[in-house]
């Protein structure tokens, strides 16, 4: 069948034959310092072009959409398709079957956190984002340093400090690098550059285990829960999150704030980097079915404060930011008619 096909592209003219040769997959990219990038991935299966069905243009300029994103990172990982429809505003969209694997190997969340219901497949990919989805199928560690000024307090800050130690990427400043410029758009040139130059760097692009799903036996407090987990009960602290202690204000509450969110309910682990906490507890991230991101809605609705612990810090930002938001809205142990836990 390749063969066929092979044959069948080669005698449909003359046009089609200068479209092959002499650079590759593509023509518009030859002589680009990123031609050598793009045709390699060209050559793994993970590109296929930007002008469908002919292909042979690879828009090297243009900027990398999510969805976009969200291909090459599942053709790279050869993953699966998934059966869960994850988010709403992708129907339709090429990219539909793409996001839903990627979100169902757990690599993304979604583009609104705590909810997580959308993807934004057209939005243009910037580079914190494309961080943290290097982050996760490359398996990087969890990073202490910090290497840029730009980023700080960032939701993606924790993604591109690993990103950094593993040497992936500089700043955006040179010679000095000391910004990483989170916000910018990366060309779909850059990209590719970005994906070849891993294996130089001894990293590997893993497909990730997928995201266990466990019945919720019950709620042990606001930052932890009772799962069974290959028939044995395991307790889960949450990530990110602490919550206040048995014998402080607004410890009941935090409890029940948890409980009102997963009791009873089938959820989604998923981990950072450490499997276990010092108490032998399962460090995990824990969503709904539907993809929301339990533990920042516990931070979102002010019954959590955040609580980084590197090397678990993937979304360390994100609760920083939430905390921030529930404490300016005045929203759960922040409300100063309710438990309130300041001095
Ligand atoms: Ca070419
Ligand atoms: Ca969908
Ligand atoms: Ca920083």
């Known amino acids: 069948m390749t063969i066929l096909l092979f044959q069948l592209v080669f005698v449909s ?5 200068d479209a092959f040769e002499p650079g590759g997959t593509f023509t518009d990219e030859d ?17 296929f072009g930007c002008n469908p069905p002919a292909n042979y243009l690879f828009c090297v300029d243009d900027p990398v959409t999510r969805g976009q994103m969200s291909g090459f990172l599942v053709r790279a990982l050869v993953l699966p398709p998934a059966t869960t429809d994850f988010f709403t505003d ?4 090429v990219f539909e079957g793409a996001v839903n694997s990627l979100a169902d190997a757990g690599i993304t969340r979604g583009c609104n956190p705590p909810e997580n219901t959308m993807f934004c497949p057209d939005r243009t990919l910037n580079r914190g984002e494309m961080a943290v989805f290097m982050a996760r199928a490359f398996h990087l560690p969890g990073s202490s340093l910090d290497h840029f000024d730009d980023d700080n ?17 500089l700043g955006c400043n040179p ?26 760097l001894g990293l590997t692009l893993m497909t990730p285990p ?26 889960v602290r949450l990530i990110g999150i602490e919550t206040p202690e048995v014998a402080d204000p607004c410890f009941e509450e935090a409890t029940e704030a948890l409980s009102a969110v997963v009791a009873d309910r089938t959820v989604r682990i998923d981990t950072d980097v450490s499997d276990r906490d010092s108490l032998d ?26 609580a980084n612990v590197p090397p678990d810090s993937e979304f360390a930002g994100l609760f920083v930011l939430l905390e921030d938001q529930a404490q300016a809205a005045e929203r759960g142990m922040w409300d100063t008619g309710g438990c309130d836990i300041l001095p």
């Open 13 to 17: 003219g003359a046009a089609w034959a």
């Open 31 to 47: 002589g680009s310092v990123f031609e050598g990038a793009i045709e390699a991935i060209a050559a793994d299966g993970i590109t």
């Open 90 to 93: 992708d129907s339709g969209s």
């Open 153 to 169: 307090g960032n939701v993606y800050e924790g993604a591109i400090n690993s990103m950094a130690d593993a040497g992936i990427t």
């Open 175 to 200: 010679p000095a690098n000391t910004n990483f410029c989170p916000g910018s758009s990366i060309t779909r040139g850059q990209m590719a550059a970005f994906l070849t130059r891993a294996p130089e």
């Open 210 to 235: 997928p995201p266990t799903r466990v019945p919720v036996l019950s709620i042990i407090n606001g930052e932890t829960i009772n799962v069974s987990l290959d028939g044995m009960n395991q307790l």
């Open 281 to 306: 507890q399962l460090l995990r991230f824990v969503f709904l079915t539907d993809g929301t991101f339990v533990n920042a809605e516990m931070v979102e609705a002010g019954r959590a404060t955040a």
